[in-house]
């Protein structure tokens, strides 16, 4: 286990729930299959080019991240979950134990503080006798089943925290027994530190581009051709993907992030690798069963994208690093105009991502967590 001496925290708390994206991502397309203001590739900073010059494989190559983590669900009480103690309900009132007093934290031994929750044990360790992180967490709780009517849905964490951390911070893999001002020797599994991380970047302020919409819609209808009716839920724009993939996994600049739900579900996840095959390129003749392509459209060519994502998982107090992947597999028409560049799309699966998303910037935000303090958990837990 790696010691490491107490670190000061304080910044300010902003209140922030949802597996969901990160907030400004609204919907007003019309014409979905010409990438509109929500769905344009310029958007992200891409230039439309030649479908055969984009590449047909890709993968990011970053051995000490993308590691598997989990959501922490709001209905389990998110990073206050004593997720060593596990869960079998998915009623939220089985999961509010009485919180302590700080006084009775510090009488703890260091067998019963190792199976407190993230949030506790940040909030001992920093020495804070409001146990603000604990409280707040645990009020998140309270409000979000005021406003579900008493339930909260099971998807309802912070999927994008955990998305954005993994992508931007090395895996923690060792055990870290971190010392408070006290005295008191607070013991943090890699799966606490993970937590810790992954709220800290779902509360961050960031600096992001984006690209498609949000569906709210728990179901879509569709017309005569099999067209989704409501604008909104047609989501990210095929081409927009297409182009975003190529640019964002090909060159590795960036790490791409995708709600892989198209209702109104949102499920985070950092795309790892993807591999693409082309067929039935063909003329574009006007016909009624396709009447919505992009201006400008001159050619067909059918897309089979097979997309590896990271995937969460449940966390574990094994001291190994944690991988688990989920694979997609989404079809798709590629409009081309004459020189045989990608202007537009449509969706020929029914499963399909609903937005993508880059992270450029992520500073310091309101969860009660510092980046000193965090960075110096997590340099404990990586090194020897």
Known sequence: MKSLPHVSSLILFLSFWSCGQPSGLTHNSHVHEAPDAINAYQRMGLDTKPYTDVRATAQINSPQKFWSGFYWPTYQGGISYRWQYGGQTESYTAY???????????????????????????????????????????????????????????WFGICDGWALATSMEDEPIRMV???????????????DIKALMSQYYAHARKQYVSAGGRCNRPQVTKDANGRVIEPECRDINPATLHLAMDRFVGDKERKLIIDISRDEMVWNYPIYNYRIQYNNLRRFTPH?????????????????????????????????????????????????????????????????????????????????????????????????
């Open 288 to 384: 009624p069963s396709y009447p919505h392509a992009a201006p400008g459209t001159q050619y067909l060519i059918n897309v089979n994208a097979t997309v590896v994502l990271v995937s969460g998982d449940q966390p574990t107090t094994q001291l190994v690093p944690q991988r688990a992947y989920l694979q997609k597999v989404w079809q798709y028409v590629l409009e081309l105009d004459g020189s045989y560049n990608i202007i537009g799309g449509e969706w020929i699966t029914d499963e399909h991502p609903d937005f993508v998303w880059i992270v450029q910037s992520a500073a310091n935000g309101s969860s009660r967590i510092d980046y000193q303090n965090l960075s110096a958990l997590a340099q404990a837990a990586r090194s020897l």
């Open 96 to 154: 509010l134990y009485p919180i302590p007093s700080f006084p009775e934290y510090q009488q703890l031994r260091p067998e019963q503080l190792q199976r407190l929750s993230p949030a506790e044990k940040y909030d001992v360790w920093v020495n804070d006798p409001a146990m603000t992180l604990t409280r707040i967490e645990r009020q998140k709780v309270i409000n979000t089943a005021q406003n579900y009517n008493n339930t909260i849905p099971t």
């Open 177 to 191: 027994r971190a010392q408070s001002p006290s005295g008191q020797i607070v013991p943090f599994y890699p799966e």
